[in-house]
């Protein structure tokens, strides 16, 4: 019989909510329209995608009319690359996900400037301090939370230079959501990238968050969201994406206790294992404390990535849109203070992420099969 299910893979999907359950069937249940209908069924789904959007904007600290749906966070990125600053020159950093990597290699390719920042050695994409030789740019894109690290960004010293260069800051906070508090207007973006699947929302939702005043060019034609992104409304997405939004203070309270079992992980996997290595997002550092990146000596990541599946145990390599390549990670190539360790390092590295739903027990199993997996691959050599 197969083993118990570990998942251990929360920053890809975390899994569906009860409350969010409850929301798609009361949904489906209500016989919803399409939301630019006027007649009952139609209204029905314009209130439901209307009390979506206002969950949504009460977790990041945003006005309802300031949210425009997407179909994650990708598109949003996009959406922010595009609708804010087509053409412009862009600073962004080198530990972006691979969706804002792709952006900004398409505009380099298109002739535009890309600059890009370096990262320390936990990870964190570090705003250069002076006005360099190449001069300030005028639009500003970076992660907040880093999807394989945890890792947090200093969001004021982004602020700071997108205030010194009159640039626009767009920010990438689908790992913060329901990690740490959210705040966009402190944050000072003028744009946020957010994504339903990581808060136990229905995957393939997601939104932007657009401060007033910044005008957006749509990537998609059309009159819904306020002519800022065409195509009939995702209801169900957005039910579920909202009620998700509705409990991300209950995934804040968790988090203390998250962090416990993360470090409960790698102190067993210290223990049990010899040879593993945790990459960036060391304490004392700020970090979402539920991400652990270790690498294994003389393993290769992704064949014990897949050995772990066998056994029941669900981890990734590096980003989850990233899996399946056998391409080391961007981001700890980008790690700063390795030295000539750092290939073999991102070769060999898993990335574990938890969530509210893992238990000690999972935990457990998680150190043994890995240490059982690790030895018979090391042992075959
Ligand atoms: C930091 C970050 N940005 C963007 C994305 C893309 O999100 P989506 O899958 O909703 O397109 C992810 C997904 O893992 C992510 O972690």
Known sequence: MRAPLVYLDHNAAAPLLPAVRAALSEALDAGLGNPSSVHWAGQRARAAVERAREQVAAAIGARPEEIVFTSGATEANALAWHGVAADAAVLTSRVEHP????????????????????????????????????????????????????????????????????????????????????????WGAATAAFSAAKVGGPAGTGALYVRTGVPLEPLIIGHQEGGRRGGSENVLGMVGFGAACAHAADRLAAAASVRQLRDRLWAGLRAAVPGCDRNGAAPPVVETGQTLNVSFADVDGSRLQRALDVEGVCVATGAACASGTVEPSHVLLALPGVGADVARRARSAIRLSLGLETTPAEVERAVEVIALVVKRMRAQG
């Open 99 to 186: 969706s804002v990597m792709a952006l900004a290699r398409r505009r380099r390719e298109s002739g535009c400037v890309v600059r890009w920042a370096g990262a320390d050695t936990h990870g964190a994409p570090v705003a250069p301090q002076s006005l360099d030789a190449q001069g300030p740019v005028a639009f500003l894109s970076v992660i907040a939370a880093n999807n394989e690290l945890g890792v947090l960004t200093d969001l004021a010293a982004w602020r700071a230079l997108a205030a010194a260069w009159g640039a626009r800051l767009h920010i990438d906070a689908t790992q913060a959501l329901g990690r740490v508090q959210v705040d966009v207007r402190a």
